[in-house]
């Protein structure tokens, strides 16, 4: 089974694309600020990243984090 991370800092946006990506078989890992998503990147290796390009919160944008992955 795939793994998808989401990286999303609005519970909102967050929890519906967990929510499609699990109806569509991808076992979901979720993360709302930089650091949490590169620590959960690091640790499960996921098959796919749907990421926020404008978090806020840890002074990492998802441009950020791209360039770390």
Do not use: N, Y
């Not at 967050?14 to 993360?31: D, N, W, Y």
Request: net charge negative.
């Amino acid at each position: 089974m795939a793994t998808a991370l989401v990286v999303e800092d609005d519970a909102r946006s967050q929890k519906l694309a967990c929510t499609v990506l699990e109806m569509h078989g991808f076992t979901v890992l979720s993360a709302r600020t930089g650091a949490d998503a590169l620590a959960l990147a690091a640790q499960h290796a996921p098959d796919v990243i749907l990421m926020d390009i404008r978090l806020r919160g840890d002074g990492e944008d998802g441009l950020s984090v791209l360039a770390k992955l």
